[in-house]
């Protein structure tokens, strides 16, 4: 069985341009969690998204931020106008419907910011 | 809301040696436990969780915790470490429920670099 997928695994974009990031949950996984790793520092929740529906936001930054989960597809977070301290990993994870069953991770992409 | 506390940055240690990663949290309800380990440039992995029932929780490459709720610590802890074992590994928390997910809280990272 296939992990959680993220692509892609590196990424550089200059300040104000757009990044997307994109993660496909395992198979059978309907519940998708975004976290982001800045350099030294632990990984800290930005986003829980069950399909189509957005249940938890609370730590991501108010604005240029997005993210979804699409019936069909992979989940986007998308940053919109990049500025340098976006750099770090953004880690997905993903878990079956009960918040006991473990949170698969991916492997991550590394958004640099020139 | 949760938090977690690592108690030291870096451990360095000598092979075949002891070691023990020191993890302390904090909750208004009640919660599950987790220890992941992150290789470098990858993601993490999960060590071993606590959800109920027994204190002492074995999980994968020889690695075990205990729960301690009187003092909210959840010590990892393996009686002999190998060069392999050289990671950051991470203690996290979610709040606990059957029905629903639940974020990870993640505390700092503790370095652990095991020396021939």
């Known amino acids: 069985n296939a992990g959680v997928m993220q692509n892609p695994r590196h990424l550089v974009r200059r300040r104000g341009q757009e990044a997307r990031l994109r993660c496909s949950p395992m198979?059978?996984?309907?519940?998708v969690y975004w976290y982001r790793q800045l350099p030294e520092e632990g990984l800290k929740f930005m986003v829980y998204l069950q399909k189509e529906n957005i249940i938890d936001e609370s730590g991501m930054p108010k604005e240029r931020f997005s993210a979804e989960f699409p019936k069909e597809g992979p989940s986007i977070l998308r940053i919109q106008q990049v500025v340098r301290g976006d750099s770090a990993a953004y880690f997905c994870?993903?878990?079956?419907?009960?918040?006991?069953?473990?949170?698969?991770f991916g492997p991550g992409t590394r958004l640099t910011v020139l | 809301a949760q938090s977690v506390t690592q108690l030291d940055s870096q451990v360095p240690v000598f092979e075949e040696a002891p070691v023990e990663l020191r993890c302390n949290y904090s909750?208004?309800?009640?919660?599950?436990l987790f220890w992941y380990v992150q290789y470098p440039n990858q993601g993490l992995q999960l060590l071993l969780k606590?959800?109920?029932?027994?204190?002492l929780v074995k999980g994968i490459n020889g690695f075990e915790a205990e729960f301690n709720k009187s003092q909210t610590s959840f010590h990892l802890r393996k009686p002999s470490v190998h060069i392999s074992d050289t990671a950051e590994y991470f203690c996290a928390v979610s709040a606990a429920s059957e029905t629903s997910g639940s974020r990870l809280t993640f505390g700092e990272g503790t370095q652990l670099t095991v020396n021939p």
């Open positions: 606590y959800l109920s029932g027994s204190t």
């Open positions: 909750s208004s309800v009640s919660v599950y």
């Open positions: 198979k059978g996984h309907s519940h």
């Open positions: 994870a993903s878990s079956l419907i009960r918040s006991y069953n473990e949170q698969f």
